[in-house]
């Protein structure tokens, strides 16, 4: 069983346009971290959220928490080649607890 | 951000021979450190969390005598894959969590090690 569900695992758009992935879960989550890696290299922190219903915003990237903290987004506007990755989501349930990985989203912008 | 680096970016070696990833905290304390397994398009693999001064823990399905793993200092954790085989020919990568003040559970990740075993 998948503890977190990303949606969806795959995206190809064209530069200029808006998406959003998706981070799900039944379980609730004290925090909730997304990765962005680019290809041959480890990933990079993008962001926290720990508060329910917590809006972030990181230049075109637009990071929320669920109400409940059980759900993530991630959104991007007109997004551009540079964008291109894996973004992951990653959490933990309870402080010390084991951090827990999706799958991922693997992004594709076409310029 | 704190700096976690992996070394050797690169590696490739024979099979049965034994190969030495090393992952470093360079600006931070980490008590606790992180491996991982990474095949191509997919997600991270948790092999085993690495703590200092004690056994590393071991996820189900990960052979211990396998995948050495030694945190020998709150900076610096090795990975050694022993006799290796070309089905060890992955992406590994470490990860360290800052335990200060504040902290939320972020990991700092290191550039990772592309092992090719022939």
């Known amino acids: 069983t998948q503890l977190l569900e990303q949606s969806p695992q795959f995206l190809s758009i064209q530069e200029g346009e808006n998406l959003t992935v998706y981070c799900n879960s039944s379980s609730v989550f004290s925090s909730l971290q997304w990765y962005r890696q680019e290809p041959g290299e480890g990933p990079v922190l993008l962001v926290t959220?720990?508060?329910?219903?917590e809006v972030k915003k990181l230049k075109r990237l637009t990071f929320q928490f669920g109400d409940a903290r059980k759900d993530s987004s991630l959104h991007i506007t007109a997004a551009q080649p540079g964008d291109t990755g894996l973004y992951l989501c990653?959490?933990?349930?309870?402080?010390?607890?084991?951090?827990?990985f999706g799958k991922g989203t693997r992004l594709h912008i076409l310029p | 951000g704190a700096v976690v680096s992996q070394h050797p970016s690169r590696v490739i070696c024979k099979s049965g021979t034994s190969v030495k990833i090393e992952c470093r905290s360079l600006?931070?304390?980490?008590?606790?450190m992180f491996w991982y397994r990474q095949f191509p398009k997919q997600s991270l693999m948790l092999m085993a969390t690495?703590?200092?001064?004690?056994?590393?823990?071991?996820e189900q399905g990960v052979e211990k005598d396998k995948f050495l793993i030694n945190h020998a200092s709150l900076t610096l954790s090795t990975l050694t894959v022993t006799s290796a085989h070309p089905e060890d020919s992955s992406f590994y990568i470490c990860?360290?969590?800052?335990?200060?003040?504040?902290?939320?559970?972020?990991?700092?990740f290191g550039e990772g090690s592309r092992l090719t075993v022939l």
């Open positions: 990653a959490g933990e349930r309870n402080r010390d607890d084991k951090i827990i």
């Open positions: 959220v720990v508060t329910g219903g």
């Open positions: 600006d931070f304390q980490a008590t606790t």
């Open positions: 690495s703590n200092e001064g004690s056994k590393a823990t071991y």
């Open positions: 990860s360290a969590a800052w335990g200060g003040p504040g902290n939320t559970g972020e990991l700092f």
